[in-house]
T-cell receptor, first 112, second 115 residues
Framework: KQEVTQIPAALSVPEGENLVLNCSFT??????LQWFRQDPGKGLTSLLL?????REQTSGRLNASLDKSSGRSTLYIAASQPGDSATYLC???????????FGEGTQLTVNP | DGGITQSPKYLFRKEGQNVTLSCEQN?????MYWYRQDPGQGLRLIYY???????QKGDIAEGYSVSREKKESFPLTVTSAQKNPTAFYLC??????????????FGSGTQLSVL
């Protein structure tokens, strides 16, 4: 059974710092991996999706990488801002028709 | 604008009562999902449906029921058999096999509380 782990559970950084969030999964035979952002009391917003054949995806200040062989993905946030404060979740999909398995998320606080 | 609409935003249930959470999407997505989120925890899958008139149990289906009579609608009923229903409920959908349609998109959620 696929298990997804996100470390750390919480992270607090000063504004302007570059930071990395980690996601690991136990079964490397994945179809794709998706990173989400969740604000308190809100639904999840999709940030980046990486197909199994890709190594990274970029959107603005966000860069997500994927290393299938080691079962790891990282979300890099450049020049963090207070507005980046939220919970970040990763999820993996094992086959094209399967459901996603979610990690428990990393709660990020960016202090002004 | 295309999207996923969940209603109501807040819902209160009395003991022994069944309540239904609405989820509607106008994205022409094939698959729809219901997740439960408890404070400080990840998402747990309740039910999912990949096509109309078909659905499968997720990891925590006991005490819940769903229907998928129309492609755009996937309502979730929380029955009286669900003894601990207080949680944040999230509906999601995903399209076909094209890369652009493979992002799982979420509604804004329904907070269910027990009176």
């Amino acid at each position: 059974k696929q298990e997804v782990t996100q470390i750390p559970a919480a992270l607090s950084v000063p504004e302007g710092e570059n930071l990395v969030l980690n996601c690991s999964f136990t079964d490397s035979a994945i179809y794709n991996l998706q990173w989400f952002r969740q604000d308190p009391g809100k639904g999840l917003t999709s940030l980046l999706l990486i197909q199994s054949s890709q190594r990274e995806q970029t959107s603005g200040r966000l860069n997500a990488s994927l290393d299938k062989s080691s079962g790891r993905s990282t979300l890099y946030i450049a020049a963090s801002q207070p507005g980046d404060s939220a919970t970040y979740l990763c999820a993996v999909k094992e086959t094209s028709g399967s459901r996603l398995t979610f990690g428990e998320g990393t709660q990020l606080t960016v202090n002004p | 604008d295309g999207g996923i609409t969940q209603s109501p935003k807040y819902l209160f249930r009395k003991e022994g009562q069944n309540v239904t959470l609405s989820c509607e999407q106008n994205l022409n997505h094939d698959a729809m999902y219901w997740y439960r989120q408890d404070p400080g925890q990840g998402l747990r899958l309740i039910y999912y449906s990949q096509i109309v008139n078909d659905f499968q149990k997720g990891d925590i289906a006991e005490g819940y029921s769903v229907s998928r009579e129309k492609k755009e609608s996937f309502p979730l009923t929380v029955t009286s058999a669900q003894k601990n229903p207080t949680a944040f409920y999230l509906c999601a959908s995903i399209g076909g096999e094209l890369a652009t349609n493979e992002k799982l998109l979420f509604g804004s959620g329904t907070q269910l509380s027990v009176l």
